[in-house]
């Protein structure tokens, strides 16, 4: 079975303080790992994934994500948040082996303060 | 390029009716996923087609929701005698060919609002 968990229904951050989004996950073999945002009335935006190699992964606007298979975590960053940063953020997991869709996690709401 | 389209955006339909949601991907992709998402939830997935044929239908509540895909390109989701707990937005997204590593990432439609008065 595969599993998601964002701990924090929200987070906020004051503009320019570095933001952290927290992910675990569970899957019975190695995940490939993903992070989406959706902003209001918008479609999920892919960030970044984690495929295999660095653990560290840079994505679209300035985010980063570290992979952490002994915490099994999958963490969102940035070291300098932007008001426009805040909406909807989503983790997402899938098995190497298993089925193809992703599992989502409940999603983090961000809110920079400016 | 064009991203992934969906139609309607939104639809008010009454409990006890059909309606069909469409999804058109981006082109060449193979792979095409319908997911459902309801207020304060994470997109759940409800089926995946690999070109025409569903490869994983295992999401879908139960046999009142069925997605076609006939020429491999445009999806449509279609649910017969709506109930009110169908409400929810339905999103559609579409990747390169999923394959064996199924890797690549999705890209999703803005998705349909659906409502079930």
Do not use: M
Not at chain 1, 62 to 87: I, M, R, W, Y
Not at chain 2, 92 to 107: D, P, T, V
């Amino acid at each position: 079975a595969q599993s998601v968990a964002q701990p924090e229904d929200q987070v906020n951050v004051a503009e320019g303080n570095p933001l952290t989004v927290k992910c675990t996950y569970s899957v019975s073999g190695n995940p490939y790992l993903f992070w989406y945002v959706q902003y209001p009335n918008r479609g999920l935006q892919f960030l970044l994934k984690y495929i295999t190699g660095d653990n560290l992964v840079k994505g679209s606007y300035g985010f980063e994500a570290e992979f952490n298979k002994s915490q099994t975590s999958f963490h969102l960053k940035k070291p300098s948040a932007l008001v426009s940063d805040s909406a909807l953020y989503f983790c997402a997991v899938r098995d190497r082996t298993g089925a193809n869709n992703l599992f989502f996690g409940t999603g983090t709401r961000l809110t920079v303060i400016p | 390029g064009a991203g992934v389209s969906q139609t309607p955006s939104n639809k008010v339909t009454e409990k006890g009716k059909y309606v069909e949601l469409r999804c058109d991907p981006i082109s060449g992709h193979t792979a095409l996923y319908w997911y459902r998402q309801s207020l304060g939830q994470g997109p759940e997935f409800l089926i995946y087609f690999q070109g025409t044929g569903a490869a994983d239908d295992s999401g879908l509540p139960n046999d009142r929701f069925f997605a076609v895909r006939p020429e491999g390109s445009v999806s449509t989701l279609k649910i017969q005698r709506t109930e009110r707990g169908d409400s929810a937005v339905y999103l559609c997204a579409s990747s390169l060919n999923a394959g064996a590593g199924g890797y690549n990432e999705q890209f999703f439609g803005p998705g349909t609002r659906l409502t079930v008065l």
